[in-house]
């Protein structure tokens, strides 16, 4: 446990989007969030009052996760401010799209960097000094498994952070720290919505059983479930919080 009882959860890429509604909601579930970003360092100080504003504990931590010295500073950091850490959720990714033969070097190398091997780095650290107990939640996509055109390297990635998931879960297991991951589908996220005209958008609502796109609270609130009381027998799975639309 962290400091006065609180349990301490570092969430990557969490300036905006699902990060930051996963931030929120941990939050004001009682963990004192550590808020990771690159670059934006304005809109996570602005989470950061936000979550402090309401009653919360937060904290913001820059770091590069393809960077392996970076994140070893943010949970040296993390553990000078808090003694440790106790939840890691790995949201931080990015999208790059393009017909395999169109794809060039510098774009499959950025995807890897950052989703694989980001989420290789915070995975390795967090095995290391994770209290015992813990949880993980990585973040993989609904793409593997739609596996739509112009997704083939993005989807690789995510795949490749499934097998992972399942791997560590089993590596971790004696010390009581599971590890699970979510796949969403479309979620209405600023970077989702982006150069999206209202057909395009009509169309990925219809393909949805439930007739529309995700909202980051759906997703903030099953990690929410994932790292808190009662889930310590869900562990190595990965599950799609997409609506059924795969």
Known sequence: MGISGKQVALVT???RGIGAAIARRLAADGFTVIVNYQGRADAATQLVDQIVKAGGRAMSAQADVSDPEAVKQMFDTAEAAYGGVDVLVNNAG???LSPLAE????AFD?????NLKGTFNTLREAAKRLRDGGRIVNFSSSVVGLYQPAYGAYAATKAAV??????MAKE????RITVNAVAPGPVATE???EGKDQATLDRIKQQNPLGRLGEVDDIARFVSVLVGPGSDWINGQIVRANGGIV
């Open 13 to 15: 890429g969490a300036s």
């Open 191 to 193: 970077l989702f919505l």
């Open 162 to 167: 499934e097998a992972l998931t399942c791997i």
């Open 172 to 175: 971790l297991g004696s010390r």
């Open 110 to 114: 950025k995807l890897i960097a950052v």
């Open 103 to 106: 794809m060039d070097d510098a």
């Open 94 to 96: 990015i999208m790059k």
